[in-house]
C-alpha cells in the first residue's frame, strides 16, 4: 500500500511516499481502506521531533474516515463496507497517512451518511479534544460563559460549536479578520488578541480553552470566576500557576486527547444533525502532504487541512 513515510525528523520535505505492507488485524480490529486523512499541528510536531513516536522511520496521522475492509476476531460493530471515522490510539498508534490503517474498532463510530470522508476525517483528534475539555472535563452547562483561545484553528472553531451546542455563552480569541468566520459558528463576542488584553476585556468566565501556550494560561486565569475550569491542550501550565489558581479557586487541568467511542458517536450525532461542521482550510492528495504540512505550520490556517488518499 502507499503511505507517507520518513527516514529521519525535520521539516516537511523528509515527508516521502513509500511501499508498505498493508497493516494485519488482531481481535477485536478493524482494517479500514482509508478514504481521507486529517492533517493536525501534532503531526508536524512529531514529524520535527519524533516526540512520542521515537526514531522514524514512521507513519504520521491519527485522523481517519473510510471503508471497513475487513474485521478481526470478535467485532460486532462493524462489517465489511461501513463507513466509519474515527481517531488511532494517541499518541503512539499513528498511521492514518496511509491506504489502509488497523485499530480497535471501538475507536471509530459509523460516519454520518450527509457527510462525506473529507469532513468527516477532519473530526476525530480536533473535535474529541474539544469534547474531552469541554464536556468530560468541565461538564459546561446552559448559560455558562466560556473563553475559547485561537477560536479560528482546528480545535477552537470546533470547541465553538460543541460549547453552543452545550447552551454555553461563547467568546472567542482570533484576529480581526477571522472575527466573521467564528461569529458565524456561533460565537457570542469576539476579542481581537493583536489590539487587546483579553484578560482585561473578559471576566466572570466559567471555563477556558487554552489552545495557545505561552502566557496564555497565566493571563486566563484572571479572566476566571470563582469555581471555574482552564483546561490547557499544550501543556502550558506549570507549577507556578497553582498559587494563583488556588487563590482564585479555579481548576487547572492539561489534557491529551484520548481515543473515545462514546465521544465519537456523540460527535458524530452532532455532526449528523448539523450542529458541528468542520470547516476545511484546504484539501490536497496523499502525495503533497509536505504541502500541507507548510501551510499548517503557518498557524494562519481557518478550520482544517485533510488528505485524500483512496477517491
Do not use: C
Amino acid at each position: 500500500m502507499r503511505a507517507i513515510s520518513q527516514e529521519v525528523l525535520g521539516g516537511p520535505e523528509v515527508l516521502t511516499v513509500v511501499e508498505l505492507d498493508r497493516p494485519t488485524l488482531g481481535p477485536s480490529d478493524v482494517l479500514v481502506r482509508v478514504h481521507a486523512a486529517g492533517v493536525n499541528p501534532t503531526d508536524w510536531m512529531h514529524r520535527t521531533t519524533g516526540l512520542y513516536l521515537g526514531t522514524p522511520p514512521f507513519v504520521l496521522g491519527w485522523d481517519v474516515s473510510g471503508v471497513v475492509e475487513a474485521v478481526g476476531a470478535g467485532v460486532t460493530l462493524y462489517k465489511p463496507g461501513d463507513e466509519v471515522f474515527g481517531m488511532l490510539d494517541y499518541p503512539r498508534g499513528a498511521g492514518a497517512y496511509a491506504e489502509y490503517v488497523a485499530a480497535p474498532s471501538r475507536n471509530f463510530a459509523r460516519k454520518p451518511s450527509g457527510m462525506d470522508h473529507v469532513r468527516a476525517a477532519a473530526l476525530p483528534v480536533a473535535a474529541l479534544t474539544a469534547w474531552q475539555a469541554l464536556v468530560d472535563t468541565a461538564d459546561v452547562q446552559p448559560g455558562q460563559r466560556v473563553l475559547i483561545h485561537a477560536a479560528a484553528g482546528g480545535v477552537g472553531h470546533l470547541a465553538v460549536q460543541i460549547a453552543k451546542a452545550r447552551g454555553a455563552h461563547v467568546i472567542g480569541t482570533a484576529r480581526a479578520a477571522k472575527h466573521d468566520f467564528v461569529r458565524g459558528l456561533g460565537a457570542d463576542e469576539m476579542v481581537d488578541y493583536t489590539r487587546t488584553d483579553f484578560a482585561e476585556a473578559v471576566r466572570d468566565v466559567d471555563f477556558v480553552l487554552n489552545a495557545v501556550g505561552g502566557d496564555y494560561g497565566p493571563r486566563s486565569l484572571r479572566t476566571l470566576r470563582p469555581g471555574g475550569t482552564l483546561v490547557s491542550i499544550l501543556f502550558s501550565h506549570s507549577e507556578d500557576m497553582e498559587p494563583a489558581a488556588k487563590q482564585r479557586r479555579v481548576r487547572l487541568e492539561n489534557l491529551t486527547v484520548e481515543a473515545d467511542h462514546a465521544g465519537m458517536r456523540a460527535i458524530a450525532a452532532l455532526a449528523g444533525a448539523g450542529r458541528l461542521r468542520a470547516e476545511i482550510d484546504g484539501v490536497l492528495p496523499l502525495e503533497q502532504v509536505a504541502e500541507a504540512h507548510r501551510r499548517g505550520e503557518t498557524g494562519r490556517t481557518a478550520g482544517k487541512l485533510v488528505l485524500t488518499v483512496n477517491a
